[in-house]
């Protein structure tokens, strides 16, 4: 295992030796040209003044040697050029596979960092299955304090009767869809609405008519002839199921409630936008004021 990552390494370092050496080369090309134009130009400047050949000889009004000499300055300073500011240090090619290999190298990663969302979230993770064979209108229902919670020790942490009566209009004669502990939570089935309760345990007894499912596929499956089934609770199984929700009916509860220990997940407004609000004041009936907020994806 070491000994292959060490191979890497040396062929890297190898690879930066090359480079470092065609640039010294590169440099010392630079030099070379720069003492054979001083040695080429004082050549010129005595065999025109010292020696008078090509004496009669001008260009641009200026003795011919004067002319070579701007000339050969001029190529000199675009070797320069070229070597100095042009020329990246390690080379185009080098950058290319450079590139590659940090590309490469995130594939893995992004490939690895899959593999474990997978590995921890499988109901998420099969989410373009669900997608596919989930039937449209698949609606949250929910009621949660400004602080998101909606429960605690397995009950609910207020009593609202308007919200339960509006909970019943909504949901009657659908199927609804929960986890086993909100499905515990009841002291009997709801009547006139099709159970769907979500369990890990094979053998898990109940009621007649209760349909009993092992993940949210299945729940969702079995209320597809439904046409609006609805997502009833608790905590887990709203988390797993908003992001295949076309909907959500939230009773916003307009306290915050310290002491709870289920909460709702976080309602992204990038994605969902509240279409319909009625606000419900506090009164002799009700503890808290709360609002029917609807929420559809934007
Ligand atoms: N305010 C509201 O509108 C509202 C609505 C509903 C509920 N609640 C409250 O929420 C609380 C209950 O919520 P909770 O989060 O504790 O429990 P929950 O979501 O009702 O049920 C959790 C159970 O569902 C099963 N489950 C979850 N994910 C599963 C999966 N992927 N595959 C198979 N089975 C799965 C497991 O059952 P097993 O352990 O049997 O395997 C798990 O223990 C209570 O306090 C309740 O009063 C509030």
């Known amino acids: ?22 640039r010294i080369k590169q440099k010392k090309g630079v030099y070379t040209h720069f003492i054979l134009f001083l040695i ?18 001008t260009i641009f009004n200026t003795h011919w040697f004067v002319t070579a000499i701007g000339v050969w300055f001029l190529l000199f300073l675009y070797h320069a050029f070229n070597v100095f500011v042009t020329s990246k240090f390690m080379g185009k ?9 940090l590309i490469t190298k995130q594939k893995a990663k992004i490939t690895e960092m899959q593999k474990q969302v997978e590995k921890d979230f ?29 429960g605690k020790d397995n009950d609910l942490i207020w009593h609202l009767s308007d919200d339960l009566k509006r909970f019943k209009n909504l949901t009657d004669g659908h199927h609804i869809i929960m986890g ?35 993940n949210l596929e299945d729940a969702f499956d079995a209320a597809r002839s439904d046409s609006q089934p609805f997502v009833i609770g608790g905590g887990e199984i709203y988390k797993q199921a908003l992001p295949f929700a076309d909907k959500i009916e939230l009773t916003r509860v307009h306290e915050s409630f310290k002491n709870a220990d289920v909460f709702f ?3 992204d407004a990038s994605i969902w936008k509240a279409t319909n609000t009625v606000l419900h004041e506090k009164d002799e009936k009700h503890a808290y004021s709360f609002s029917f907020i609807t929420y559809e994806r934007g």
């Open 1 to 22: 295992m070491f000994g292959k990552k060490k191979k890497q390494v040396d062929q890297a370092e190898l690879e930066l030796l090359k480079n470092a050496q065609r």
């Open 40 to 57: 080429g130009s004082v050549c010129f400047i005595i065999a025109n003044l010292v020696l008078g050949i090509g004496e009669t000889v």
């Open 93 to 101: 090619q080098w950058q290319d596979d450079q590139l590659n290999q």
């Open 122 to 150: 499988p109901l998420l993770a099969s989410k373009s299955t669900i997608k596919t064979k989930k039937q449209a209108n698949i609606t949250l229902i929910v009621a949660a304090g400004e602080d998101n919670a909606i």
């Open 180 to 214: 086993r502990k909100t499905f515990e939570s009841f002291p009997k089935p709801l009547p006139n609405r099709t159970h769907i309760v979500i369990t890990r345990q094979d053998n898990y007894q109940v009621p007649t008519g209760v349909i009993v499912v092992h």
């Open 265 to 267: 997940p976080e309602i």
